[in-house]
């Protein structure tokens, strides 16, 4: 029935169940599964926010690069935890 499942991935706990539940889908339907993470660009989201809230504070530098370190360790964790979990599966 199904040919591709697209799984949300999002870098936190919660990914492991949903990930347990796609694969058993998957496997009943001889179908394929494609994770997605989508993430804002930091950069693009922040800097209207901050000025026109805050007039263009200084620290913004430092605020979206706080941003944009969870954003990539949110990322990390989506990728490795779904390559984690196919992987575990397989064996």
């Given at each position: ?6 799984v ?10 949903v ?28 800097i ?9 504070a200084?620290?913004i530098?430092?605020i ?20 984690t ?7």
């Amino acid at each position: 029935m199904f040919k591709y499942i697209l799984v949300p991935a999002r870098g936190v706990e919660t990914d492991a169940p949903v990930f347990r539940i796609s694969l058993g889908l998957a496997r009943l339907q001889a179908a394929h599964l494609a994770f997605l993470h989508a993430g804002l660009d930091v950069q693009k989201v922040t800097i209207p926010v901050a000025s026109a809230e805050f007039g263009g504070a200084a620290g913004i530098a430092e605020i979206i690069d706080s941003l944009g370190q969870e954003a990539t360790a949110r990322h990390n964790r989506a990728k490795n935890a779904s390559r984690t979990s196919v992987r575990a599966k397989r064996s």
